[in-house]
T-cell receptor, first 113, second 112 residues
Framework: DAMVIQNPRYQVTQFGKPVTLSCSQTLNHNVMYWYQQKSSQAPKLLFHYYDKDFNNEADTPDNFQSRRPNTSFCFLDIRSPGLGDAAMYLC????????????FGNGTRLTVT | RKEVEQDPGPFNVPEGATVAFNCTYSNSASQSFFWYRQDCRKEPKLLMS???SGNEDGRFTAQLNRASQYISLLIRDSKLSDSATYLCVVNAPYSSASKIIFGSGTRLSIRP
């Protein structure tokens, strides 16, 4: 019954080697988000899609890109991972932007070696 | 001043105790408020939305005080399984859109 699914749960990549994280949802929600969370910190919003409209946070590095080919899927591409990009990456959805609560996937923990 | 502030804790209380957390927000136009629970190395999960009139779900009570710009979470008869980090989330107007802002979380540890 998982509604927001992230793959893989754990990802190890080498410094500078591109990596893609995936997220799918069965909720048919309009909005999909990507958050980065480091230990003992709040989740930090990287970007979100409202339907097909992409919204990038001002402080999200260019190294992070995203694609949403359809309602159900969203991808996070890290073009050249650095050691500082090691974190938990959380995908979330909401029915609408604003007053709707977020539904999180179980996250992908990225290690950069 | 941070947009959403929480006492990081940790709060360490005995099983059965009542514990309360506050969360303050800076944007008076904030529109919606939530409490999430996050277990170690897991994703945040929605605990409850916070309504203007206050709301209760079993042992959990959430309150909103717009005048003083804070929300609170009260946990009664705490259980060992309540040990987690509790994240306050506020949705606030930002430019022409709205923005979901997380507090940094309050750690709660329940001891036997």
């Amino acid at each position: 019954d998982a509604m927001v699914i992230q793959n893989p749960r754990y990802q190890v990549t080498q410094f500078g080697k591109p990596v893609t994280l995936s997220c799918s949802q069965t909720l048919n929600h309009n909005v999909m988000y990507w958050y980065q969370q480091k230990s003992s910190q709040a989740p930090k919003l990287l970007f979100h899609y409202y339907d097909k409209d992409f919204n990038n946070e001002a402080d999200t590095p260019d190294n992070f890109q995203s694609r949403r080919p359809n309602t159900s899927f969203c991808f996070l591409d890290i073009r050249s991972p650095g050691l500082g990009d090691a974190a938990m990456y959380l995908c979330a959805t909401s029915r609408e932007a604003g007053n709707s609560p977020l539904h999180f996937g179980n996250g992908t923990r990225l290690t950069v070696t | 001043r941070k947009e959403v502030e929480q006492d990081p804790g940790p709060f360490n209380v005995p099983e059965g105790a009542t514990v309360a957390f506050n969360c303050t927000y800076s944007n008076s136009a904030s529109q919606s408020f939530f409490w999430y629970r996050q277990d170690c190395r897991k994703e945040p999960k929605l605990l409850m939305s916070v309504y203007s009139s206050g709301n209760e779900d079993g042992r959990f009570t959430a309150q909103l005080n717009r005048a003083s710009q804070y929300i609170s979470l009260l946990i009664r008869d705490s259980k060992l399984s309540d040990s987690a980090t509790y994240l306050c989330v506020v949705n606030a107007p930002y430019s022409s859109a709205s923005k979901i802002i997380f507090g940094s979380g309050t750690r709660l540890s329940i001891r036997p």
